[in-house]
């Protein structure tokens, strides 16, 4: 039994049983003048091992954009531009709801992560009800 354990965990850790966090470093966000905001480290959060997206950085920008309501684009130096002012919470905000959409499998809640369709030139960003002033 023990043997058949140990293959299971050198082939597929969701198996087993053992439950993995999903850590994701923390955005880093810079200034740029009165009006831009830099994500310096999003392709760092795409690409690596310990971050578990595997994603392509063009689809996180554009869910990223998306739900952010603005325009931007990627520099020379692979950072995100994104205009307006936006601090650090709001990506991480952003970043944990798009690998909860996308990465994060439902069944075992792994990093293994789900086959991703491309976002339509139409989608809306999800905003939560306002209260109501009495």
Known sequence: MGRVFNILHENNLGLT?????????PPQVLR????KTIFANLMDICNTRCSRMHRQPEHVKTFLLAELGTSGSI???????AKGRFVSKIFEGILQRYANEYVICNGC???SGRSVAPLKAGFVARVGRRKTGT
């Open 109 to 111: 809640k792994c990093g």
């Open 17 to 25: 049983g053992d439950r993995h966090r999903t850590v994701m470093r």
């Open 75 to 81: 520099d020379g130096l692979q950072r995100l531009v």
């Open 32 to 35: 740029e003048g009165t009006k």
